[in-house]
């Protein structure tokens, strides 16, 4: 079965909820400028820990308030605060610069931002420690990952993706964490090496965990062969 919950892990998906919500006639849902601009954020985050470039940080921010007056219309707050915190870590000689553009935001983005500072500053707990998880967990994790490549924050969402389930029941937050893992997988050279590293120190029961809720292509890239073919896997 699919997981009920795909996880928003970058603001080009944060779009998702506003050109799926019916439109009114004369207005487009998504006018081609801020679909424009989603795609260039988007871009830039899902690649920056491949390419990590401080330079485009502050018309990141800009933009991304740009594309969502409104921050509740952004569902990807969770990965964006963790994303960004890790990279006013990365860069403490330019946070001061990014706060001042930070500070002509509308209020709801300070905040979200201040939050990430609070983040970077160790204020706020590290979400790949976290002991109680849940899907927006799931999702910080990711935004840390893209913003730096540290393999916590994928090894985190892999420890959810395998655990046991009770028997006949679907628990939505590991299955969740077994679909954005497979594909960061499908998507990542890295994350194909982290996932084989983890692995390698499973037990066979979290090995037969993930292949039953992954496909047979993950499961070779992974493990290097089928553990749980489709006809058996609990993901088809």
Not at 29 to 39: E, I, K, M
Request: proline content about 7%; charged content about 20%; glycine content about 4%.
């Amino acid at each position: 079965m699919k997981t009920i919950l795909i996880p928003l892990i970058a603001a080009a998906t944060c779009m998702a909820d506003q050109t799926a919500a019916p439109a009114a006639p004369t207005t487009p849902a998504t006018p081609p400028a801020t679909a424009d601009l989603l795609q260039k954020t988007g871009d830039i985050m899902m690649h920056y820990f491949q390419s990590p470039d401080p330079g485009k940080i502050d018309g990141l921010i800009t933009d991304i308030a740009k594309a969502f007056p409104d921050a509740r219309r952004c569902n990807a707050i969770p990965s964006m605060v963790v994303f960004f915190g890790e990279i006013f870590k990365a860069n403490p000689g330019r946070t001061e610069e990014w706060m001042k553009t930070v500070s002509t935001l509308p209020e709801d983005w300070q905040q979200i931002f201040q939050t990430a500072m609070q983040y970077a500053q160790g204020k706020i707990p590290d979400v790949s420690m976290a002991q109680t998880v849940g899907p927006s967990t799931l999702d910080a994790c990711w935004g840390g990952y893209l913003a730096s490549g540290n393999k916590k924050y994928p090894e985190a969402v892999l420890r959810v993706a395998c655990r046991d389930e009770p028997e006949r029941t679907i628990d939505v937050t590991i299955r969740a964490a077994a679909w954005s893992a497979s594909s960061f997988i499908k998507q990542y050279d890295e994350m194909k090496q982290i996932a084989r590293e983890f692995f390698d120190n499973a037990t066979e029961q979290q090995k037969l965990n993930f292949a039953s809720r992954t496909n047979e292509n993950t499961q070779k890239i992974v493990f290097g062969t089928v553990l749980k073919p489709e006809t058996e896997s609990d993901d088809e």
